[in-house]
């Protein structure tokens, strides 16, 4: 009698375990098929290097005088993350006027680098939208025109190129974004007749930026 009721009681606790055991593979199995999170890398759609090509346009004016005029013509930029939204740029732009108002043209390419961060409100959207502001600094060389110098004026002349700027790239596929819009401030400081060689641009531009997120 004694070795009945073992045998009931191990049957009893076989059908326990076995029922305990199925419920922890259901479960395990329903976790497994539910949609993964992504991660927050994936979330904020976090681009390791871009590059992007744009069109841009300068108004200016002659330090001293009344005489305003545009500069068109376009940059090529790099960029690479290097923790969260911040990444480190490089742009070059090129740009030229035909008459600056002193009866002269300008050429004016300038090469700067520095910080930017990128925002993006709703990462997880198909065509996300990406706000971003950038503070670079560098060269800015002026040429095909007339400076000022000593003993006489010379057609070329370099200074330092700040530029303060903020802009909206719309994603259309997972590599490649439209840059809706980017303006902002471009002070150079190249020799002028009238004595102040202090010029602040205002800048407005638009482009195409190629993703790598490798």
């Given at each position: 009698?004694?070795?009945?009721?073992?045998?009931?009681?191990?049957?009893?606790?076989?059908?326990?375990?076995?029922?305990?055991?199925?419920g922890m593979?259901?479960?395990?199995?329903?976790?497994?098929?539910q949609?993964?999170?992504?991660?927050?890398?994936?979330?904020?759609?976090?681009?390791?290097?871009?590059?992007?090509?744009?069109?841009?346009?300068?108004?200016?004016?002659?330090?001293?005088?009344?005489?305003?005029?545009?500069?068109?013509?376009?940059?090529?930029?790099?960029?690479?993350?290097?923790?969260?939204?911040?990444?480190?740029?490089?742009?070059?732009?090129?740009?030229?006027?035909?008459?600056?108002?002193?009866?002269?043209?300008?050429?004016?390419?300038t090469?700067?680098?520095?910080?930017?961060?990128?925002?993006?409100?709703?990462?997880?959207?198909?065509?996300?939208?990406?706000?971003?502001?950038?503070?670079?600094?560098?060269?800015?060389?002026?040429?095909?025109?007339?400076?000022?110098?000593?003993?006489?004026?010379?057609?070329?002349?370099?200074?330092?190129?700040?530029?303060?700027?903020?802009?909206?790239?719309?994603?259309?596929?997972?590599?490649?974004?439209?840059?809706?819009?980017?303006?902002?401030?471009?002070?150079?400081?190249?020799?002028?007749?009238?004595?102040?060689?202090?010029?602040?641009?205002?800048?407005?531009?638009?482009?195409?930026?190629?993703?790598?997120?490798?």
């Amino acid at each position: 009698m004694h070795n009945k009721m073992n045998i009931a009681n191990s049957v009893k606790l076989t059908l326990v375990v076995a029922l305990v055991f199925c419920g922890m593979s259901a479960v395990a199995q329903s976790s497994s098929s539910q949609p993964q999170k992504p991660a927050p890398a994936a979330l904020n759609g976090a681009d390791h290097f871009q590059v992007a090509l744009g069109f841009d346009a300068a108004y200016a004016d002659l330090a001293g005088t009344n005489n305003t005029f545009w500069l068109t013509g376009g940059h090529a930029e790099v960029a690479g993350r290097v923790y969260r939204g911040i990444s480190l740029v490089g742009n070059f732009t090129g740009l030229e006027a035909n008459n600056t108002g002193a009866s002269s043209p300008l050429n004016l390419l300038t090469v700067t680098f520095g910080p930017r961060y990128t925002w993006t409100p709703k990462p997880a959207a198909v065509h996300k939208v990406s706000l971003f502001g950038e503070g670079l600094a560098g060269l800015a060389h002026g040429f095909n025109s007339v400076f000022p110098a000593t003993p006489t004026a010379s057609s070329t002349a370099n200074s330092l190129a700040v530029q303060l700027s903020a802009g909206a790239d719309v994603a259309v596929s997972p590599y490649f974004s439209i840059r809706l819009v980017q303006g902002g401030w471009l002070r150079t400081a190249l020799p002028n007749s009238t004595g102040n060689s202090i010029q602040n641009n205002f800048e407005v531009g638009a482009g195409l930026v190629f993703h790598s997120k490798n």
